[in-house]
């Protein structure tokens, strides 16, 4: 099975020390660029901006360009993903899927990088993978435990979790709303 390259910007807004981008770089199991202008063109972007869900369908761009994600605090996520340049990636978002990082555990999407990469592995077919990934941390695994239904729909491309989580039937209104909220702290 060929394994997709993982690429991410890291902005150094946090402890590199407990940044799980570091520490998934010291691993192998991602590439650290300087700039996002290092991030392959025709990549895909993890973008919780973005209108379209990953799903399985994206594995090919994955494999042959590659998955780009940009490390950043959630409280600039959405303004830093507009300034990029629209044609240089393929934007996508996650599925909503729950959080279980120490500082956003129960949080609905605001994923730590390590988590995003692992639904990304899983959604795109690559199981045994993002597992590996999650072990780096003692609570790593019990994000695939508490996601494991999301994520089995959504590696299928069944995306109504979204509006069972959600509670309404406009996913992007919601996920808007969602985002909103969890910027303002809410």
Same mark, same amino acid.
């Given at each position: 099975?060929?394994?997709?390259?993982?690429?991410?910007?890291?902005?150094?807004?946090?402890?590199?020390?407990?940044?799980?981008?570091?520490?998934?770089?010291?691993?192998?199991?991602?590439?650290?660029?300087?700039?996002?202008?290092?991030?392959?063109?025709?990549?895909?972007?993890?973008?919780?901006?973005?209108?379209?869900?990953?799903?399985?369908?994206?594995?090919?761009?994955?494999?042959?360009?590659?998955?780009?994600?940009?490390?950043?605090?959630?409280?600039?996520?959405?303004? #830093?993903?507009?300034?990029? !340049?629209?044609?240089?990636? /393929?934007?996508? %978002?996650?599925?909503?899927?729950? $959080? @279980?990082?120490?500082?956003?555990?129960?949080?609905?999407?605001?994923?730590?990088?390590?988590?995003?990469?692992?639904?990304?592995?899983?959604?795109?077919?690559?199981?045994?993978?993002?597992?590996?990934?999650?072990? #780096?941390?003692?609570?790593? !695994?019990?994000?695939?435990? /508490?996601?494991? %239904?999301?994520?089995?729909?959504? $590696? @299928?491309?069944?995306?109504?979790?979204?509006?069972?989580?959600?509670?309404?039937?406009?996913?992007?209104?919601?996920?808007?709303?969602?985002?909103?909220?969890?910027?303002?702290?809410?």
């Amino acid at each position: 099975m060929q394994l997709p390259r993982i690429f991410i910007h890291r902005l150094p807004q946090d402890d590199p020390s407990k940044n799980t981008a570091v520490k998934m770089a010291r691993f192998g199991f991602v590439q650290l660029v300087d700039s996002v202008r290092h991030l392959p063109r025709g990549s895909i972007l993890l973008d919780p901006t973005a209108k379209s869900p990953l799903t399985l369908s994206d594995r090919d761009t994955v494999i042959r360009r590659g998955l780009s994600i940009i490390d950043c605090s959630w409280r600039r996520a959405v303004e #830093l993903h507009d300034k990029l !340049p629209r044609v240089y990636f /393929v934007r996508r %978002r996650l599925p909503l899927l729950i $959080a @279980v990082n120490p500082p956003h555990y129960g949080k609905p999407y605001i994923l730590s990088t390590i988590e995003a990469v692992a639904a990304a592995l899983y959604i795109l077919g690559f199981r045994k993978e993002a597992e590996a990934v999650l072990r #780096l941390y003692k609570w790593g !695994p019990n994000f695939l435990s /508490v996601n494991a %239904r999301y994520l089995e729909r959504y $590696a @299928v491309s069944d995306l109504t979790p979204e509006r069972e989580l959600l509670g309404i039937d406009d996913v992007e209104e919601g996920i808007t709303r969602l985002i909103v909220a969890l910027l303002n702290g809410r």
